[in-house]
């Protein structure tokens, strides 16, 4: 994966704004500081890390720190 979308596009002319590796991505609810986050197979975020790959780090509640690990392991 590239990184996360913060806005969804509703017509072929619109741009997305992508948060990739390094950045904070705000737009995330109910994390705990510190919390290690991962992408499922399908593209959700969860709190699992089974068979899952790590997204990154809990800043806040809604902040998430972009890490690209290369593994499920923060």
């Keep these: 994966w590239l990184g996360v979308a913060q806005n969804a596009a509703t017509g072929a002319a619109q741009a997305v704004t992508v948060k990739v590796f ?3 991505d705000s737009n995330q609810t ?4 510190g ?3 991962y992408l499922t197979t399908t593209g959700s975020v969860t709190s699992s890390s089974t068979g899952n ?3 990154g ?6 902040d998430l720190m972009l890490q690209y690990t290369g ?4």
């Design 35 to 37: 919390d290690v986050v």
């Design 53 to 55: 790959k790590v997204l």
């Design 22 to 24: 390094g950045g904070v």
């Design 71 to 74: 593994s499920g392991t923060a």
């Design 57 to 62: 780090r809990a800043l806040s509640a809604t």
């Design 30 to 33: 109910g994390m705990t500081l």
